[in-house]
């Protein structure tokens, strides 16, 4: 037996209660701006506020869930012009989403960085270390979470 809540299960929406669909197809509306508010959301696919707010942080779509995941990385970079810079460009060419960025004052010429990043699961966590620490001035790259 599972400890209850601790788990993720796929199931057929068709078997699902109507409600559930209906969470999921205003929490839609919501993301891709369609409804400005999630009242306005839940009057469109016809449910309660309160059933809302009762399932969308529990229930998502497959591919809102799976298809991308949140990153961290951190990194030692010299304390040189452009590094950072170097790092945001190449996350970009790579299709990451830069959610965070938290850069502490270099101390014996090396700072401390972590990003956090979107990034697409259809690329792989272990290319994207190497190709960040494969930028002039990177010195060390780990993936604290996403792996």
């Given at each position: ?19 559930i669909?209906?969470?999921l ?26 059933a ?75 290319t ?16 604290i979470?996403?792996?």
């Amino acid at each position: 037996m599972s400890d209850k809540g601790s788990g993720l299960v796929i199931v057929s929406e068709s078997v699902l209660p109507e409600i559930i669909s209906k969470v999921l197809e205003a929490k839609r509306l919501r993301a891709s701006g369609e409804a400005s508010t999630s009242a306005e959301a839940c009057r469109a696919v016809g449910i309660s506020r309160s059933a809302y707010y009762k399932y969308k942080d529990s229930v998502w779509g497959l591919e809102e869930r799976f298809s991308d995941r949140i990153v961290s990385v951190y990194m030692l970079l010299r304390d040189e012009k452009g590094v950072l810079s170097s790092i945001i460009q190449r996350l970009y060419e790579l299709g990451a989403n830069i959610l965070t960025i938290n850069q502490n004052i270099p101390i014996d010429s090396i700072a401390t960085v972590t990003i956090s990043v979107r990034y697409d699961t259809d690329g792989k966590t272990g290319t994207l270390r190497s190709e960040l620490a494969g930028i002039k001035g990177v010195v060390d790259v780990k993936l604290i979470s996403g792996e």
